[in-house]
């Protein structure tokens, strides 16, 4: 095991134990008000024997990590230093966060989530917080070794309870990644105001009720906790690599395919009668520079394939973040796609897409067959690009943004 510290919002340093091989899936680990990361001792452990790598961080104000001077502790802080810490780690993990800790987990991640997580595990997350509990359960907590010198009393001020229940209702719908939902059949927890309706609104979500767990599952059910647990990583994040055999099924190959992050591009031409076409393409890369040429791979089913052919000039435009409209306008069907999209004409009277990360204009170079799609190469006559904008990525079938730590 070995101590890493993040840096969080507003530069508060944040402390974490990491365990478990490099090399295996990663797990991020988020306690409650009132603990320090030492209360996932027992899961984590099981997690790291079980072939996961563990990251178990303490919160802002808890056990290792700083207190920052100014107090503060609002859940706006803890969210923004959660999503800083994701940022910071080398690979995407799966997130499990209990009580407290899954309110940070489900707002962080309801932006953007799928490019921060691999998954989110809630453990005994009250949609809705009643003050009485919230006391019965720090009292509880300090009984099993939490100590209230590990924690910095003012945390517990800085959250507004009454906006919570908002805030997470309104997560729910966003939070589109694999996600596990696990409490007490006979909690408070479960009876809480609003849990049905956050479960309920949860795009991609299982729900389990532990039975005989009275206040938390996290202390009173460990190992049916930790058994729900590892049943939902082998299915959502398996730790053997999946395979692909010429003659099995085509969707593991492009699966696999899709491993390799790329940039998305729209492909634009005049058709026989001078009016623009386009289509979305990822499959785009360089081919010489001496020639300049470059290549798109075209699906032979697209219903612009035949004009992209043959004509003698196309241009190659490359997209940036704020354009995820436009790549889904011209993958789709039964739109004018150029009557919603700002476009002029280049030097070669092909459309360029105004607003793009960069444009290339080409004459035609050759065509080969590549299977189910034909190979357009072209020689660049012209290059133009914005150095200040970031790229719209693709990986694993959903669109991606460059995150810098």
Excluded at 147 to 175: F, I, M, T
Excluded at 204 to 222: G, H, K, N, P
Aim: glycine content about 10%.
């Amino acid at each position: 095991m070995t101590i890493h510290h993040f840096k969080g919002f507003g530069g508060v340093r944040l402390e974490a134990d990491i365990s478990g091989d490099e090399n295996d899936p990663a797990i991020l680990l988020v306690h409650g008000a009132g603990q320090t990361r030492a209360v996932w001792g027992t899961v984590a452990e099981g997690l790291v024997q079980a072939g996961r790598r563990v990251v178990s961080l303490d919160l802002r104000g808890h056990g290792g990590s700083e207190w920052p001077e100014g107090g503060r502790y609002d859940l706006a802080a803890h969210v923004e230093d959660l999503r800083a810490v994701l940022a910071q780690l080398g690979s995407r993990p799966v997130v499990v966060a209990a009580t407290f800790g899954g309110w940070i987990a489900s707002i962080a991640l309801s932006v953007d989530g799928s490019n921060l997580a691999a998954g989110l595990v809630l453990v005994d997350m009250p949609v809705r917080s009643d003050p009485q509990v919230a006391k019965d359960i720090g009292e509880r907590l300090r009984k099993v070794g939490t100590k209230v010198s590990d924690w910095d009393n003012r945390a517990l001020d800085g959250v507004d309870l009454d906006a919570v229940s908002a805030q997470l209702l309104d997560a729910g719908p966003s939070l589109k990644l694999p996600t596990l939902v696990i409490r007490g059949g006979i909690s408070w927890v479960r009876q809480a105001e609003g849990t049905k309706e956050f479960d309920k609104s949860l795009p991609d979500a299982e729900v389990f009720e532990v039975a005989d767990a009275d206040l938390l599952v996290m202390t009173d059910r460990t190992e049916a906790l930790l058994a729900h647990l590892l049943d939902f990583l082998e299915r959502k994040q398996p730790r053997t690599a999946n395979e692909f055999r010429a003659g099995s099924d085509a969707r593991t190959l492009r699966d696999a395919m899709g491993c390799f992050a790329t940039g998305i591009t729209v492909v634009t031409a005049l058709g026989d009668d001078g009016a623009p076409i386009g289509l979305t393409a990822n499959s785009f890369t360089s081919v010489s520079l001496d020639p300049p040429l470059l290549l798109v791979c075209i699906a032979k089913t697209s219903g612009t394939a035949h004009r992209l052919r043959e004509a003698e000039h196309f241009a190659v435009n490359m997209l940036q973040t704020s354009q995820q409209p436009t790549s889904n306008r011209f993958a789709g069907k039964g739109q004018d796609r150029f009557a919603a999209t700002a476009w002029h004409s280049g030097e070669t009277g092909v459309p360029l897409l105004d607003g793009s990360l960069g444009s290339f204009e080409c004459k035609r170079h050759a065509v080969h067959q590549g299977g189910d799609h034909f190979i357009l190469i072209g020689e660049v006559v012209r290059a133009q690009y914005e150095p200040r904008r970031d790229p719209l990525l693709y990986f694993r079938g959903k669109y991606r943004r460059l995150h810098f730590a």
